[in-house]
């Protein structure tokens, strides 16, 4: 079993559609990352966080550090948004290494 | 700022060659990272480096090796390539390991015939 699962593996949405996607992990964490990898390859960081819930526009990450459980969530989705999103944690006895999940494929269709 | 810049975008290597993979990051990082990507699974970390002199191996460290005689460059060679080394290879970096993210590099996509 990875220490990292993502769920759904694949979805798919409409636009202006609400979007949930979830990531379990199994391990003590100091931190938990979500990341967006476009079309092309590239990756960038959404957010990093540890405790509670970040907001950046229509993005909202929560995580629950007792149930070992996080949430990205898009709000009036858009086909823009279609990208893989990946959940990673960093291990509490792991420095700055990042273990990652499988990622989620996101397609918004118009 | 550039940010984390790899060279080269793609290649294609016969067995048994040798290459090296380019990174190279202008925002005086101290933490670089390699990682490579093989469809439908998460990124595995190769080897990263803490500063300049200082390398660790990751999760899957056979067949590559690093050096970091700098702060801005991280290159990963691969001396004897391997069809299993086909994969799309990222490197990443972050100024510290406790609350800064990864930045990435647009990665290399490599194919071993």
């Known amino acids: 079993k990875n220490e990292v699962e993502q769920s759904p593996q694949n979805l798919t949405a409409q636009e202006g559609e609400f979007i949930t996607i979830n990531c379990s992990y199994s391990?003590?964490?100091?931190?938990l990352h979500w990341l967006q990898q476009h079309p092309g390859g590239g990756i960038v960081s959404l957010f990093m966080l540890s405790s509670g819930k970040k907001k950046h526009g229509r993005l909202i990450a929560t995580i629950n550090i007792q149930e070992k459980h996080s949430s990205l969530h898009i709000t009036a989705s858009h086909p823009r948004d279609s990208a893989v999103y990946i959940c990673a944690v960093r291990r509490e006895t792991s420095g700055s290494r990042l273990t990652f999940g499988e990622g989620t494929q996101l397609t918004v269709n118009p | 700022n550039a940010g984390v810049t790899q060279t080269p975008k793609f290649r294609i290597l016969k067995i048994g060659q040798s290459m090296t993979l380019q990174c190279t990051q202008d925002?005086?990082?101290?933490?670089m990272y390699w990682y490579r990507q093989d469809p439908g699974m998460g990124l595995k970390l190769i080897y990263y480096?803490?500063?300049?002199?200082?390398?660790d191996k990751g999760e899957v460290p056979n067949g590559y090796n690093v050096s970091r005689s700098t702060t801005e460059d991280f290159p990963l060679r691969l001396e004897l390539a391997a069809p299993s080394q086909t994969s799309v290879y990222f490197c990443?970096?972050?100024?510290?390991?406790?609350?800064?993210?990864?930045?990435f590099g647009p990665g290399t996509r490599l194919t071993v015939l």
């Open positions: 990443a970096s972050s100024y510290s390991n406790d609350v800064d993210t990864q930045y």
């Open positions: 480096s803490v500063g300049a002199g200082i390398t």
């Open positions: 925002m005086n990082h101290n933490y």
């Open positions: 391990v003590g964490i100091s931190a």
